[in-house]
């Protein structure tokens, strides 16, 4: 995984737990657990990064219930 790469994921977590008050720890778990992390996040990464914040916290929050990690 790249520098750029590194740093979207970790926006994508420190993001979502903000959002679903839950510590960061636990939401890269649930990313990971669910293989959402290293199966749509890492890959997608160039066309993710061009979505508005909102958008992006929506389509991840809304992958994760589909997921049945949230």
Excluded: A, N, W
């Excluded at 790249?2 to 636990?26: A, G």
């Amino acid at each position: 995984m790249d520098k750029k790469t590194l740093e979207f994921v970790t926006f994508c977590i420190s993001k979502l737990s903000m959002m679903l008050k839950l510590p960061q720890k636990e939401i890269y778990s649930r990313l990971k657990k669910s293989g959402i992390l290293y199966g749509y996040i890492v890959p997608s990464y160039d066309v993710l990064h061009t979505f508005s914040s909102r958008y992006l916290m929506e389509d991840l929050t809304d992958y994760m219930r589909e997921k049945g990690v949230l």
